[in-house]
Nanobody
């Protein structure tokens, strides 16, 4: 069992930046690929980024590529999402998720169907 708790959401102006954090419980954090998802009002949940166990591999949705950066600190059991050049359309509830894997081949995938654990989400509002 892995508990995930997001933090760092809030109100930010267009063009601004925000960093989200996801704190994971337990010693098993390293054995999970991690991902960030978001769901805007009236929209489907979107897998926006993922990162492999060691952090060597990352992947981004086209909607955030070049603006968002995912990272992880395995010593702190924490994954981050640095969000820059924020747009109003980035407004959404952002979720942290984990995909347990016992292989260290260096990969990640953004599909929600692969995730084993989910946080409850943190709201990001981009508005002037």
């Amino acid at each position: 069992q892995l508990q995930l708790v997001e933090s760092g959401g809030g109100l930010v102006q267009p063009g601004g930046s925000l960093r989200l954090s996801c704190a994971a419980s337990g010693r098993a954090f390293y054995y999970n690929n991690m991902g960030w998802f978001r769901q805007a009002p009236g929209k489907e949940r979107e897998g926006i980024s993922c990162i492999s166990r060691s952090g060597s591999i990352t992947n981004y949705a086209d909607s955030v590529k070049g603006r968002f950066t995912i990272s992880r600190d395995n010593a702190k059991n924490t994954v981050y999402l640095q969000m820059n050049s924020l747009k109003p359309e980035d407004t959404a509830v952002y979720y942290c998720a984990a995909e347990t894997t016992y292989y260290n081949g260096g990969y990640c995938r953004r599909g929600a169907e692969h995730m084993n654990y989910w946080g409850k989400g943190t709201l990001v509002t981009v508005s002037s």
